[in-house]
């Protein structure tokens, strides 16, 4: 009779081999999560235009008019001096850059409608950094700005304006309004954790954004300005914002790493002042 099957050996367990199933895995907290939860917060903020794409239709009908009607009459008349270069090829980066400004400087009515639904609180008490809120944000508006810009081109297009369309050049034009426009939102963000209501936010946002249109050389070279307005030109962003597009656009002159680097350090400080306030807006 054969014996019996031998039973199994029963070996110590290792304590160390159910570490991982007892133990859960160490949550990543603060600066380890900021580079994930910037994209997501940026891509929740883009989701919305998948359903009210209205907002970039109404807001191309401006640059349209200041194509349209400004550069055609003021190259018709010569006389703003843009050194040769037809003034609506003139105009158009400086129209791009108004128009990246314009979708910016109101973001702030976002965060405060995010306060008043309670989603801003709920966002606070997550692992996520404030900067990395802010930078989501910022960077949503940014690619929101670049979108616009698209439209800007190619309408200048079809009006006849002589855009280069090398690629790496498009890429510049597309890191500058970026920056740009990421500045313009955290200003906008900051100003909102300041007056704290979407119609003092709206009414300071009608107020600066012309000025700040004005006093850059959107529209004219600095060179022609009084000289207190070209004091305020060279510490307005958007003056290097427009310089940067001009000189990649058109390959007029510019100053392309002092340009790139005003548009980083503004971003960078606008992303600190709106996160030092975001704790306010919240209250």
Known sequence: MSAAPAAPRQGSADPGEFDLLL???????GWRVAPARVVALCAVELQKLRHDRSELY????QPALWLLVFGETFTRIKAIPTHGIPYIDYLAPGIIAQSAMFIAIFYGIMIIWERDAGILTKLLVTPTPRAALITGKAFAAGVKALIQAVVVIVIAALLGVALTWNPLRLLGV?????????FFSCLSMTIAGIVLTRDRLMGIGQAITMPLFFASN???PVALMPGWLQAISRVNPLTYQVDALRGLLLGTPSHLPLDYAVLAVAAALGIVAASSLLPRLAR
Do not use: C
């Open 23 to 29: 133990t859960p895995p160490t949550a990543r907290t």
């Open 58 to 61: 109404t807001r191309a009908v």
């Open 174 to 182: 597309a890191v500058a309004v970026v920056l740009g426009s990421a």
């Open 218 to 220: 959107a529209l004219y």
